[in-house]
C-alpha cells in the first residue's frame, strides 16, 4: 500500500477571495459531483478584557500539524463519499475581518457536504497543533484559547 505524503495547507497571511474563488473554480467542469460546502474561518475583532483583537498571529508546529491535517483529510475521505477536498489555513498575521481557514468539500450528495464539514472543522480545532496570538489594539497581545 502506498502512503501518500503530508501535503502543506499552510498559507502565508490572509487567505483571499481570488484563492478561495480558483480553487473552487476547478471544480465547474467535473460532472460527477452534485454538492459543495465551503467553511471559511475568519479572524473575529473580539473584546478582551475591554480590549478589542485587531489581529491573530498564527503559528505551528508545521510538520506535525501538517501530518494531522491529512489524517483528518484520509479519515473523512473514509468516512465520507467526498470526491474532493481542499484544507488550506494561514500562518503569520491575519487582520480582523479576513480568512484564516478555509475547508472545501464535494461530493455527489449534498447531505454529506454537510457532514463531512462538520467533522472536518471540528477535528481540525480539537487536532491540529495551530497557535494563535491575539494581537490587541494597543499592540499588547495574549495567545488565544480555543473554544
Not at 19 to 26: D, E, H, L, R, W
Amino acid at each position: 500500500m502506498e502512503t501518500k505524503k503530508p501535503k502543506n495547507v499552510f498559507h502565508e497571511g490572509a487567505i483571499t477571495s481570488d484563492f478561495i474563488g480558483n480553487s473552487i473554480y476547478k471544480h465547474q467542469t467535473k460532472i460527477n459531483i452534485g454538492a459543495h460546502n465551503i467553511f471559511l474561518g475568519q479572524v473575529r475583532a473580539d473584546e478582551i478584557d475591554g480590549k478589542t483583537v485587531s489581529a491573530i498571529e498564527y503559528t505551528a508546529y508545521e510538520d506535525m500539524a501538517n501530518q494531522k491535517f491529512h489524517d483528518i483529510r484520509e479519515a473523512a475521505f473514509e468516512k465520507f463519499d467526498l470526491t474532493c477536498m481542499h484544507i488550506y489555513h494561514s500562518l503569520g498575521t491575519v487582520k480582523a475581518g479576513e480568512i484564516c481557514l478555509f475547508v472545501f468539500v464535494s461530493s455527489p450528495r449534498r447531505k454529506v457536504v454537510f457532514q463531512a464539514l462538520e467533522y472536518i472543522v471540528e477535528a481540525i480545532k480539537a487536532d491540529v497543533p495551530v497557535f494563535g496570538k491575539e494581537i490587541f489594539e494597543d499592540d499588547s497581545h495574549q495567545w488565544k484559547v480555543n473554544n
